[in-house]
């Protein structure tokens, strides 16, 4: 398998030569004295010469969160290489509200950037790719799939969209938790889960046999504590960052999802600025899958390591196959279900993951 840091300097500047095709049909010059780029409305024509461009970016997660880490590093790099002419202004853990409201606010202009992945289908059905059960057996293998023809598709769905991809980051598998280990199916048959509200991945646990409840994550804690789930599931980051090693002992290591979050900007902000302004954020963008990709695979067992240290026992014998098994019908029956060809390029996706080890 190739190094991962040759890995992410080639899915950097690949993924720069994507963007930069993806948007050659907009923006460019245009004459000066233009409205501002990022007005209400999200304006298409172009800053006047030498104006300021102020790019707000929402977060869900805080800025010591490896993704806020992240923005910050966008944000210093943007705004030097610009001279001061792109100003990012970051809006971290939700304070701007929910994911789906800044996705809601990039296309009436009230915000100007954010993250997302799976939850797009909304817009997009065949965003629930980037986070599909069952699909990858590494993050090496969602980097593949970016790079194949499904994941070019997947961005030209969120370009149609008026959603502007920059550069995606990966994400840690995610892994059920629960006070007793979960080996098979028959282990959590009847225990109550709480779900995201993602219907695909609610509808696999069910046929596992497990009772879903659709509950905030803010509220998840709360849940667990008084036992009104007894299971949940996350990656490692998001098992620490919400303290649920306080009411939960196992980390069950399923890895029955790799995914990835795309930073998107609004597209008509995006081609509204010129072809100097447009080269800058190409190339920070560009410079950014690098930093994020190997910043990544640099910390990614520091947030298992903290649920260690914080008292969570790690099941490693977890008979991964069984559980798959009894989830792939429903899996199968959901992405047809869908329409669109989601089922075909599902199927590809677990090809190229097979034949990528």
């Known amino acids: ?14 993924m720069s030569a994507t963007l930069l095709a993806g948007c050659s049909g907009g923006g460019g010059n245009t004459p000066s004295g233009g409205s501002t780029v990022g007005s209400n409305g999200g304006s298409s024509t172009a800053a006047p010469s030498g104006a300021t461009v102020t790019l707000k970016y929402d977060l ?3 800025l010591d969160h490896p993704w806020g880490l992240a923005a910050t590093e966008f944000k210093n790099r943007l705004e030097e290489k610009s001279g001061g002419r792109f100003q990012v202004e970051i809006y971290p853990s939700s304070t701007s509200g929910s994911e789906a409201d800044s996705l809601a606010g990039m296309l009436v202009g009230t915000t100007t950037m954010t993250m997302t992945g799976g939850s797009f289908n909304g817009y997009a ?43 995606y980051q990966l994400r840690g598998a995610r892994e059920l938790t629960s006070n007793v280990p979960i080996n098979t199916p028959a282990d959590m048959t009847g225990r109550k889960m709480r779900m995201s509200g993602n219907v695909l991945h609610t509808n696999m646990w069910n046929a596992a046999g497990a009772i879903t409840s659709s509950i905030a994550l803010s509220e998840t804690f709360n849940a667990l504590s008084q036992g009104v789930v007894e299971m949940q599931e996350n990656p490692f980051d998001m098992i ?20 990835t979050i795309l930073n998107v900007i609004n597209s008509d902000v995006y081609n509204g600025l010129d072809d100097e302004m447009k080269g800058w954020l190409d190339e920070t963008s560009a410079e950014m899958q690098e930093w994020t990709n190997n910043y990544y695979y640099e910390h990614k ?8 240290d914080a008292g969570m ?9 069984a559980i798959s098994a009894a989830m792939m019908p429903a899996i199968e029956q959901f992405l047809e279900d869908q329409g669109g060809g989601l089922l075909d390029m599902y199927k590809q996706i677990r090809e190229l993951s097979a034949s990528n080890n």
């Not at 398998?1 to 690949?14: F, P």
């Not at 699909?135 to 502007?164: C, L, N, P, R, T």
């Not at 620490?240 to 995914?259: A, P």
């Not at 067992?301 to 260690?308: A, F, S, T």
Request: hydrophobic share 35%; aromatic share 12%.
């Open 1 to 14: 398998m190739k190094s991962k840091k040759l890995i992410a300097m080639l899915l950097a500047g690949a």
């Open 301 to 308: 067992n520091e947030y298992k390591q903290m649920c260690i």
């Open 240 to 259: 620490y960052d919400n303290s649920f090693y306080e009411v939960q002992k196992y980390v069950n290591e399923t890895n029955h999802v790799y995914s």
């Open 125 to 167: 059905p065949s965003a629930t790719l980037l986070e599909a059960p069952w699909a990858y057996d590494s993050e090496e293998d969602v980097q593949a799939m970016i790079e194949s023809d499904v994941g070019k598709q997947i961005i030209q769905d969120f370009e149609d969209q008026k959603f502007h991809v920059l550069w």
């Open 60 to 62: 869900t997660v805080s």
């Open 313 to 321: 026992t790690i099941n490693e014998d977890v008979d991964r196959d």
